[in-house]
């Protein structure tokens, strides 16, 4: 409170009244710890206590002492300093205080370059004190303001956040949430050294699921602070991201309350990779939704923004080998035991098979009936890109996406909530669509690994997604039987589609995207016209839900394959809206079914653990691997 003119009616740090804040600190002089400590004056008040300049008066060099003072339970008695705590609050101040006093210790305990040391911890007066290094410089909000533009170039932003995840990584590790981070509390020091400072509300980790009054800046502030849920290192995340903008453009996103209440369809404008990139990961709503860790986030910015260059110069037939997801090989897997159920097949040609199984995923030779490779990965389900080079493998909640040039795994991407239940690629490989039972959908960027698109109206648990061929138009089929479809660049509503008794799980579109076809567990195939959303004809005939669609490359024929009462596949004109022809020969429910890229063929996979190869002219099933699982 130095230095402030004698008109000043308030606080220029925290807007208090300066009578009533001159009523609340201790006057100059005040001796703490029999005569140890001695204060000079008041630097800021926060909602949980007052932070003081003094000085030890052996010593005399400079400390900071921060006075347990939580304005909302305690006010000071103006003769003799002592705090009054009304009885309806005592318990509850005890509770905080004892908090207090948890958090310094374990403070005290931290020695880090960038975190302010804590020197003492001791109770007089009522409540108790926390005694730290008085750190010389300026805050990075004072540095930010002396710049022209209120921004600072890439490289000092990298240097500066790169010791903000250090200090941070650290106190998380100890047990602390910071939950307060902004400008004004992280010191620079003449040598650019960051120093974060101000832990006023900061809690543990034990203590992360209390629902209780914390002091936060609303414009920092992650949204589960502000609601008063659970906190965790994802919170303080959320509060790095929106500094990390600040520092970038000189300016802050929309505070996340203002995109919770509203549509949120903000996104980073004008941001090079990997900034773009950080900023999306730190800033998504959902708690759950951003990097589990400050140092997994930070780790995101070493992904090359290129690791798809290669993609033209190999091709997935050359592939050889075996690979292992990452996670695996750290946790000593060497080799798996066996492929599991069978989730996809895509044909390659009319020898070899792109199979997606529950091991991961193999390519499969027809003649030799042995793999060129396989990767290992925990699978439900998958997608391959139509070029071939890019596969994405799902597990629960998480998309694991493989470079099938080289065998490489390239990132992972985390958003949803629940189970994800299907996937599609876009026409080039660019994008990937996820449904999920979280009830919403996603469109992933596969170049950069970030959302383009987050659809989470209320639509019911998602069972199919499909792309259309012109990337225009996305769509989902959901537990209720409804189709939705969607526009892929606006990620507006488009048509909702209904008719289906039973959910939808399996979706696709026409080669010329005119169609929508989807097939339901009421038994039947629905086709749809795209634009007018109008419906065109159902085609019924199986015996059992409909599990898989494919159309040829023409969209002359459509083909259908059934659980495990049919078990079979039938084909359909799309021009005379019949079925023209019926396969048969699986012995369990068929998972997926794709036309060869000369249509004369169809492969089908299936719970029987077989793969057959379909001669369209006779019928005949000519080629088949059996035993997959072995």
């Not at 060099?61 to 009304?86: D, M, Q």
């Not at 394959?561 to 369990?588: E, F, M, P, V």
Request: aromatic letters at 6%.
């Amino acid at each position: 409170m130095d230095n402030l003119p004698d008109t000043t009616q308030r606080c220029p740090h925290c807007g208090a009244q300066v009578l009533s804040l001159l009523q609340e600190v201790l006057p100059q002089g005040t001796q703490l710890r029999s005569h140890t400590y001695c204060l000079d004056d008041a630097m800021g008040k926060g909602s949980f206590g007052i932070t003081y300049r003094a000085h030890h008066t052996a010593l005399k060099n400079p400390v900071a002492i921060k006075e347990f003072y939580p304005v909302e339970y305690v006010s000071r008695n103006v003769e003799t300093k002592l705090l009054i705590i009304p009885a309806k609050h005592r318990d509850t101040y005890q509770r905080s205080l004892y908090r207090f006093l948890e958090e310094g210790q374990i403070l005290a305990k931290l020695d880090h370059p960038n975190v302010v040391k804590v020197r003492d911890l001791f109770q007089e007066r009522d409540t108790a004190y926390i005694v730290m290094d008085l750190v010389k410089g300026k805050t990075l909000l004072q540095e930010l303001e002396n710049q022209p533009h209120k921004k600072l170039s890439t490289d000092r932003i990298e240097t500066l956040i790169g010791q903000l995840v250090n200090a941070l990584t650290a106190i998380h590790e100890a047990g602390i949430y910071h939950l307060d981070l902004k400008p004004e509390n992280m010191i620079l020091t003449p040598d650019d050294q960051l120093i974060l400072i101000d832990f006023g509300a900061a809690t543990l980790a034990s203590d992360a699921k209390r629902k209780r009054t914390r002091s936060f800046t609303e414009c920092y502030a992650a949204p589960e602070i502000m609601s008063g849920g659970e906190v965790g290192p994802e919170s303080d995340l959320f509060e790095v991201g929106m500094i990390l903008h600040e520092l970038l453009t000189g300016k802050l996103p929309p505070p996340a309350m203002t995109r919770v209440l509203e549509t949120d369809t903000w996104q980073p404008q004008g941001l090079d990779y990997p900034w773009d990139m950080l900023i999306v990961d730190a800033l998504r709503i959902q708690r759950s939704h951003r990097s589990r860790t400050i140092t997994q986030w930070w780790e995101l910015r070493k992904q090359p923004q290129d690791n798809l260059i290669k993609i033209d110069q190999k091709n997935i037939e050359n592939l050889q080998g075996k690979f292992i997801l990452p996670l695996l090989k750290q946790q000593g897997m060497v080799h798996k035991l066996g492929r599991g159920c069978l989730k996809k097949a895509v044909p390659i040609n009319q020898n070899q098979v792109l199979v997606i199984e529950a091991g991961g995923a193999c390519l499969l030779d027809f003649k030799t009936k042995m793999a060129h490779w396989e990767i290992d990965c925990p699978t439900s389900g998958g997608a391959i890109s139509e070029n071939k080079k890019i596969l994405a493998l799902v597990w629960q909640q998480n998309i694991y996406l493989w470079d099938l040039t080289e065998g490489k795994f390239l990132r992972q991407l985390q958003g949803h909530s629940k189970k994800i239940t299907d996937l599609a690629f876009n026409k080039d490989g660019s994008l990937l669509l996820s449904g999920s039972l979280d009830e919403t959908l996603i469109i992933w960027e596969i170049k950069t690994g970030r959302k383009r698109h987050e659809l989470s109206e209320p639509m019911g648990r998602i069972t199919a997604v499909a792309f259309s061929e012109d990337n225009q138009f996305i769509a989902s089929g959901s537990h209720t039987g409804i189709v939705r479809i969607w526009g892929a660049i606006s990620g507006q509503e488009w048509r909702c589609l209904e008719g289906h008794q039973r959910a939808v799980d399996s979706l696709i579109f026409s080669s010329d995207s005119k169609i929508l076809a989807s097939g339901g567990r009421d038994k039947t195939i629905r086709l749809w016209d795209v634009t007018s959303g109008k419906f065109q004809q159902v085609l019924e005939g199986h015996q059992d839900w409909i599990t898989a669609l494919s159309f040829d490359k023409n969209a002359h024929y459509l083909a259908s394959a059934s659980a495990i009462n049919d078990k079979t596949i039938r084909i359909w004109s799309i021009a005379q809206r019949q079925q023209t022809q019926q396969l048969q020969g699986h012995g369990n429910s068929i998972q997926a079914i794709a036309f060869c890229p000369d249509d004369r063929y169809l492969i089908s996979a299936a719970s029987d653990n077989t793969i057959r190869l379909w001669d369209r002219e006779t019928g005949i099933a000519i080629k088949q691997l059996q035993q997959h699982t072995t």
